[in-house]
């Protein structure tokens, strides 16, 4: 059974559709990172998830329940961090996760969780001292004290240092091989990258795509380059057909291709039959921030979603 499932869901504020037909399943144990533009619909779709915001329309079932009605037992197998949580201030950090794994039936140890968020040196101060970073792992690890089945991680390293951020992504690494499944919405497009298997992209509440970085990028139809120095005497109309339009720019030869690997093998054997050398034979494949842009503009507002349907995932 997933996780997570997700058919035809709608939310409306008046005027403003925040979540238009979203399907997503998300399979016991996997790490999904949801990213979009600011009001693309994520927070609104993650907190009808967790069963704080109430659909207009659709299925949802999450730990095989439904939100609206899980009820305690339900929510004792589910771990939420939150943008921003407020905290009792004159409390220390052990204190608060201690309170914490009292609410739960299978806590993790506090001494544990301090450790894994990496709050040692602040564990005994009162939270209105620690720094906006400190709190975020406070925030972490109030999510995972109760050992959750399934964790969501609204934006969990906005405000980390790159250290600590390093610090929470090895967390989430460790969270994964205990088989928890993860949701995670982030803005951050390495986090996405490092730490899920797959990567949902939402725009103007709508799924425009899905998949791996590398399927993004042929969703995108931006796919790799492969390039090359033309050998002497050889021109593009020698070279073998791949499919796709070589260009020459000066003596370089340029091809933009969603089958790189076929097309690398095709041009080696080709070159090795003829004994000819491929100089300066390269591959690059965009950056996610590239295939990010093309797909939600560089303003974030993207015009059509690229995908021809939403799909579920
Ligand atoms: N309580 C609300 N009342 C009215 N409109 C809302 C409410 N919550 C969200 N919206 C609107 O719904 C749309 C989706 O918002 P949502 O918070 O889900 O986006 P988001 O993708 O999480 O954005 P961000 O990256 O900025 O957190 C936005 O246009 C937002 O203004």
């Given amino acids: 059974m997933a996780a997570v499932e997700v058919e035809g869901l709608r939310k409306t504020y008046g005027d403003v559709v925040a ?97 894994m968020v990496g709050l040692e040196d602040k564990a005994d101060a009162r939270v209105r001292t620690l720094s906006g970073g400190q709190r975020r792992r406070l925030d972490l690890a109030l999510g995972i004290v109760g050992s959750p089945e399934l964790l969501f991680l609204d934006e969990p390293t906005t405000g980390f240092d790159p250290s600590a951020r390093r610090r929470a992504w090895e967390l989430v690494d460790r969270l994964r091989d205990t088989g928890a499944t993860i949701l995670l919405t982030t803005h951050y497009l390495d986090e996405a990258q490092h730490l899920a298997d797959r990567l949902v992209v939402v725009d103007h509440g709508r799924v425009v795509a899905q998949g791996t970085a590398e399927q993004l990028a042929a969703t995108a139809g931006m796919g790799a380059v492969i390039s090359f120095r033309l050998p002497d005497g050889i021109e593009v109309a020698d070279l073998p057909d791949l499919g796709d339009p070589v260009r020459a720019v000066g003596a370089v030869a340029e091809v933009r291709t969603v089958h790189a690997t076929a097309d690398v093998a095709r041009l080696a054997g080709w070159a090795v039959e003829r004994g000819v050398e491929l100089a300066d034979l390269t591959l690059t494949r965009p950056s996610l921030e590239q295939v990010y842009l093309d797909l939600v503009g560089a303003e974030g507002l993207a015009e059509e979603p690229v995908a021809a349907e939403p799909g579920v995932m």
């Fill in 19 to 115: 979540v238009d037909r979203i399907d997503l399943e998300i399979a016991e144990g996997e790490v999904l990172a949801i990213l979009g533009p600011n009001g693309a619909g994520k927070t609104t779709t993650v907190e009808i998830l967790e069963g704080y915001r109430t659909p207009d329309a659709g299925r949802v079932r999450v730990l095989g329940a439904d939100p609206q009605t899980g009820g305690r037992a339900w929510r004792e197998r589910i771990g939420i961090v939150l943008q921003e949580a407020g905290f009792e201030e004159l409390f220390t950090p052990r204190e608060l996760i201690r309170l914490h794994a009292g609410w739960y039936p299978h806590p993790r140890a506090v001494d544990e969780v301090i450790e």
